[in-house]
């Protein structure tokens, strides 16, 4: 529940890179400073920031408003693997042999920085505690599968205890009432190369949000709906009453914003329910959000 980095030191000199190569850097110093630290002179390594709230659970939710309204809440970079050591690449030696190295590396370090190792092989057991914690899932990892950049891998795999993931932003509606900027955003998710509908998500924005979002969509904005399936009828109602009128007061934005969203579930056709904005994701292309459950 946090934002996957790249973290890249060369002697006291740190980058931290999102998956899209967009720099973090400037926005996690004590990370960045933390990592200078690291007793090597030179790796990579891949981990995630994430905020921690009371109880230490870290919430993706919690990580967007310490950016956004400039709350204080601890943050963390969790080690997951190591790429490159001094100059030699580690992508094709087993998981467990990054992992020992990773571990090493971390050792004498202190927070903000936590090697996140193995926590046990009772899947059944573990995924009750997490389920119990409110946390999102676990990810299985084979101990001898390589790291595979700029794919997915069969050798890992992600156990999901809560209905939550990333979607494509499509567009959004006009404001009602006292909110100001935009009333809900239409979101989905690619499926053959084509962007399906997956529903309308109002609920989850705060003042500084509505805002935020809407400068940056006026930025992407364009004439027509990329959903391949808008406007569509099923039983003789207008999907979630968005009718060929109402698509015409719809404002629609290039589909490259990606958001987490919360949901109870999947409906029978196909759509969201309860669907809950938690924050944007920066570190996934859009061309990559697919159905996950």
């Known amino acids: 529940d946090g934002i996957r980095a790249i973290a890249v030191k060369i002697d006291k000199k740190v980058s931290l890179l999102s998956r899209n190569e967009n720099e973090l850097t400037g926005r996690f110093p004590e990370i960045v400073e933390a990592i200078k630290d690291l007793p090597a002179r030179e790796c990579v390594i891949d981990g995630e920031v994430v905020a921690l ?15 956004l309204e400039e709350r204080k809440s601890p943050l963390r970079f969790y080690v997951f693997d190591l790429l490159q050591l001094e100059g030699k690449s580690l992508l094709g030696l087993p998981l467990a042999q990054r992992k020992d190295l990773s571990e090493k590396l971390c050792e004498n370090i202190g927070e903000p920085i936590r090697f996140s190792g193995e ?14 914690r409110g946390l999102e899932g676990l990810i299985g990892k084979q101990r001898n599968s390589v790291y595979e950049p700029g794919r997915r891998s069969g050798a890992w795999i992600k156990l999901k205890c809560v209905n939550e993931q990333e979607f494509v932003i499509g567009g959004y509606t006009p404001p009602q009432g006292a909110r100001k900027y935009f009333g ?8 053959d190369n084509r962007l399906m509908f997956a529903g309308k998500v109002g609920t989850g924005f705060t003042a500084k949000s509505l805002s935020m979002l809407h400068k940056k969509f006026q930025q992407e904005e364009r004439d027509h709906c990329p959903f391949v399936d808008l406007p569509s009828k099923q039983g003789g109602k207008w999907l979630q009453d968005i009718t060929p009128s109402m698509m015409r ?22 759509k969201l329910r309860q669907p809950v904005f938690l924050g944007l994701r920066e570190d996934k292309k859009a061309r990559e959000v697919v159905r996950e459950v």
């Open 184 to 191: 809900a955003i239409l979101v989905g998710y690619y499926k």
């Open 53 to 67: 709230d009371e109880e230490g659970r870290s919430s993706f939710q919690l990580l967007q408003s310490l950016e």
């Open 249 to 270: 007061k719809m404002h629609w934005v290039n589909p490259v914003f990606v958001a987490q969203i919360k949901f109870s579930e999947w409906t029978r056709d196909g």
């Open 119 to 132: 926590i046990g092989s009772d899947v059944t057991k573990l995924l009750a505690e997490v389920k119990r």
